[in-house]
């Protein structure tokens, strides 16, 4: 069974920044790519950014110059550096993996919030 698990989330103040972590355990042979989403109340969940395992990212346009993602294949971990936070960086980021293991497929974490208010 595989697991994805964020963790890096909090209360920030605006321009601040933060480091978010998901670590993939379970049945795992491979990882292909890697993302991030997030997901604020009362709108549609929305693609952050995404990483293959060559290293080649993707970033939404709201994301590019202050989102950085990056990945540890060895650790099976996928992080995202988030830097001048805004009030609407407030979200539920969540991580996605698409793992070959026992079974194929897209894996969601349960999310992590990240909330930014002075």
């Known amino acids: 069974q595989v697991q994805l698990v964020e963790s890096g989330g909090g209360l920030v103040q605006p321009g601040g920044s933060l480091r978010l972590s998901c670590a993939a355990s379970?049945?795992?042979?491979?990882?292909?790519?890697m993302g991030w989403y997030r997901q604020a109340p009362g709108k549609q969940r929305e693609l952050v950014a995404t990483i293959t395992s060559g290293g080649e990212t993707n970033y939404a346009d709201f994301a590019k110059g202050r989102f950085t993602i990056s990945r540890d294949n060895a650790k099976n971990t996928v992080y995202l550096q988030v830097n001048s936070l805004k009030p609407e960086d407030t979200a539920v980021y969540l991580c996605i993996a698409d793992i070959v293991g026992i079974t194929v497929g897209y894996y969601w974490g349960q999310g992590t919030q990240v909330t930014v208010s002075s």
């Open positions: 379970g049945s795992i042979f491979s990882i292909n790519v």
